[in-house]
């Protein structure tokens, strides 16, 4: 890495350092393979922000996974959910009769999820869960299960780990705070 990258103007407080995001996937990849002993579940992973975390997660399930992508645009270039989602990429296959586990890097306004739960119940899956890597604590949020949660996040706009702002920052091994939010 050069020594301007990444520039101290934009990448704030390291909120979560990179031994603990490895430390908790660990124990979630567990869970999940205890949770589906007798099935091979999907993980559904949407692009792009999930993509480091999925990749990640899929390595700490000591069983039998498969992994698939969507892709969705929800935010844009600004910092707010703007409630509308697109479908940018659709699953591969089917996912009727199958445990899916929705993969995302972090649930917000919950918006993006509560599209995506929708429209995949639609197709008759066995089981459908979810599994966020970031909950932004959020008392407005529409109640809903969130099966595996790997951090709560107070209300910061955050960066790294897979998260970007104008696709920046994806690469940071941690999550920090946008300096400029
Ligand atoms: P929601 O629909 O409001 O739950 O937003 C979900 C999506 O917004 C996430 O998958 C992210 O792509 C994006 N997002 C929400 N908060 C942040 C953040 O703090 N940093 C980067 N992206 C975020
Ligand atoms: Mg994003």
Redesign the pocket.
């Known amino acids: 890495m050069s020594a301007s990258f990444p520039p101290s103007s934009d990448v704030g407080e390291i909120l979560i350092s990179e031994s603990d995001i490895a430390a908790r996937i660990a124990e979630i990849g567990v869970e999940i393979a205890n949770d589906h002993e007798d099935s091979t579940p999907i993980l559904v992973a949407?692009l792009k922000?999930?993509v480091v975390f999925v990749a990640d997660l899929l390595r700490a399930i000591p069983g039998p996974v498969e992994v698939d992508f969507m892709a969705v645009s929800?935010?844009g270039a600004g910092?707010q959910?703007s409630g509308a989602?697109k479908i940018l990429k659709d699953l591969d296959r089917s996912v009727t009769g199958r445990d899916v586990i929705l993969v995302?890097?972090?649930?917000?306004?919950?918006?993006?999820?509560q599209y995506l739960l929708k429209h995949f119940e639609s197709q008759q899956p066995a089981s459908l869960k979810i599994c966020t890597l970031l909950l932004?604590e959020d008392n407005s949020r529409p109640q809903m299960d969130i099966d595996y949660v790997g951090f709560e996040l107070p209300p910061?706009?955050?960066?790294g780990y897979g998260?970007?702002?104008d696709q920046a920052y994806r690469n940071l091994p941690y999550i920090a705070r946008?300096a400029k939010a």
């Open positions: 949407i922000g999930s929800s935010y910092l959910s989602v995302e890097d972090i649930i917000d306004s919950g918006l993006t999820a932004r910061a706009f955050v960066i998260l970007d702002v946008y």
